[in-house]
């Protein structure tokens, strides 16, 4: 079965992208093994400590080396996507062996689905930055279908994200597409 490591850009504990990505993992329910990556611990990127790596980046590293795909469930901060996800990012881009930038990195030819819950712009500004850092650093962003939900008044009050059939029906095409990608 392929192993598929989802990413919530989010560190909120119940935040809307982390409910957004426990939908997905039901639409690959008994067609992929998903994890999830912990990024609450990964240090800002500093050459300074660089190598050896700190534990919590070879963790993150080893997971993703493991994994075939990467879905990267994302909110929308100023048009953009969050610093705890950028940075994740940018140590996972970085070469594992000081000085080798021959055999790429972690991320080099990883298949990654995006998707994010936020406002009125259903995290497309974000979901578009992403794409382009993701092409960057070598991998192979899925730019359509990526899934973009909408949050309004009443999600914020509730802190509940609810998912339309439409909602459920684009997160399986996206599944498959990602499921697509690694035949």
Known sequence: ????????????????????SAAAKEALAGKAEVTYLDITQ????????????????TAIREAVGAADALWIF????????????KNTLDWLSRPVVAGDY???TVLTGKPVAISGAAGKSAAGGARKKLTELLKMIGTEPIEDPQVGI????????S???TLT?????????EAEALLAKLD
């Open 74 to 85: 994302t909110p929308e901060y100023n048009f953009s996507y969050p610093a705890p996800l």
């Open 42 to 57: 990964v240090p800002f990127v500093n050459q300074d400590i660089e190598f050896p790596a700190p534990e919590a980046v």
């Open 165 to 173: 059939d439409e909602n459920k029906a684009a997160l399986a095409a």
């Open 1 to 20: 079965m392929k192993k598929i490591l989802f990413i919530v850009g989010s560190l909120r504990k119940n935040s809307f992208n982390r409910q957004l």
């Open 150 to 157: 909408v949050l309004d008044g009443p999600a914020f009050m």
């Open 159 to 161: 802190d509940k994200l």
């Open 102 to 104: 021959e055999h790429g």
